[in-house]
């Protein structure tokens, strides 16, 4: 083999090696240590009425929220504890996304490529990601103040 193809290969190891470092991380804070920045946590729930703890940027309790759903509307209790408790996911994704853009941003400058263009394009990884969690975090934000129709 070649020095360029083994060079190759162990560039291509080294970013898999990351990848499931980062993959690996971000599932350790998401679902092991449950930190959610701004998210939201079933304290009690029973028949129509959830007990809900908002989280602060820390992921330390903030307020109790309790949630009456309207006889009528019994699903959205349902609906809002299957939100919360799929919202790790959403975050697992995020942070991953957040650790390869670090990664990426690091290795494209090392590189010799421009900060600014790299900082523009690592941003869309965590963009995409960024955008699911808001809208997520916003439609529980959307059941609890009753405005979800």
């Given at each position: ?51 809900v703890k908002s989280l602060n940027t820390w992921g330390i309790a903030e307020e109790r929220i309790t949630y009456q759903a309207p006889e009528e509307d019994e699903w ?60 997520h975090l916003r439609d529980i934000q959307e059941i609890l103040e009753g405005t979800l129709?």
């Open positions: 083999m070649s020095e360029e193809l083994l060079n190759k290969v162990r560039r291509i190891l080294l970013y898999i090696a990351f990848l499931m470092a980062a993959f690996f991380f971000s599932y350790i804070l998401a679902y092991p240590l449950g930190y959610s920045p701004l998210g939201y946590e079933v304290v009690k729930n029973h028949d129509n009425t959830v007990v959205k209790a349902k609906a809002l504890v299957d939100r919360i408790e799929r919202q790790p996911m959403e975050y697992h994704l995020f942070f991953t996304s957040i650790m390869v853009a670090v990664f990426w941003l690091g290795m494209e400058v090392r590189k010799g490529q421009s900060l600014k263009k790299v900082l523009v394009l690592s941003g869309f990884y965590v963009f995409v990601s960024g955008l699911s969690l808001i809208r129709y």
